[in-house]
């Protein structure tokens, strides 16, 4: 962040830094969403685990009501497991987002940041039978990454979590059958790089499905891509520097997410 920033958006005096850098990063993440065309009205969601105390279990995530862009660092939301807003709430949150995302920061081990998107071609992939086709640059570099869940309606029915958690399993890369597409991670440029792949991916199956019928990769084939891929090596920051690249271009065009 440049000393102007700084200077602009201080960071306010009731977050602790570490909060407050977490949330200048999830309302940047917002923005990089709706700049990417990610976006469904007011809907979808992506949350944070807040840093706090060993057994603290508190998220961040989207004030329901405001578009993507208007997302910043000082309004996103913070609640507990429970659905319980701590501190200062303008905006309610959408029940749909939390009770997925709610159940995964709990559950799954280091699913510090989870993110969910209805993007057109990620849906048009969810509602086919056989789901992702492991035919492209993108999906063969998901080997071994990829969970489906069944389309149980609208997330908002606490029953489904042990579904969902046995669905999931350790697979950071998730398609909601009928519904949508899902990714978490340790934090927002892992889930982010995740998320990005299985996009691709689906953006790439419409327009070869869209010509003919998909060539498919060979296992081993796969099994090497995704142990090149530069979005899961640490080395290339996990999607860390692509994430730092889009945070500049946001802050080029309107860096009123960091307020």
Known sequence: MSQD???EFPSPDHFSPEEWAARVQL??????FNHLGWTELIYNHISLRVPGPPGTKHFLINPFGLHY????????????????IIGRADWPFNPAGFTPHATIHDSVPGAHCVMHTHTTAGMGVA???????????????????????DFEGITVHADEGPRLLNSIGDKPAVILRNHGLLAWGDGVPRAF??????QRACEI???TQAMGQPRLISEDIQRKCTADSLQFNAKFGAGQDVFDALTRQ??????????
Do not use: M
């Open 5 to 7: 920033h700084q200077r």
């Open 27 to 32: 309302a940047a993440c917002y923005r990089i």
């Open 69 to 84: 862009s208007e997302v910043t660092a000082s309004n996103l939301l913070k609640i507990d497991l429970q659905g319980q």
């Open 127 to 149: 509602c086919l039978e056989d789901g992702l086709s492991l035919s492209n640059f993108y999906s063969a570099q998901l080997h071994g990454k990829l969970a489906y869940h």
């Open 193 to 198: 790089a995740v998320l990005w792949l299985l």
């Open 205 to 207: 199956q419409l327009a």
């Open 250 to 259: 946001i802050d080029r065009v309107d860096p009123s997410y960091r307020s």
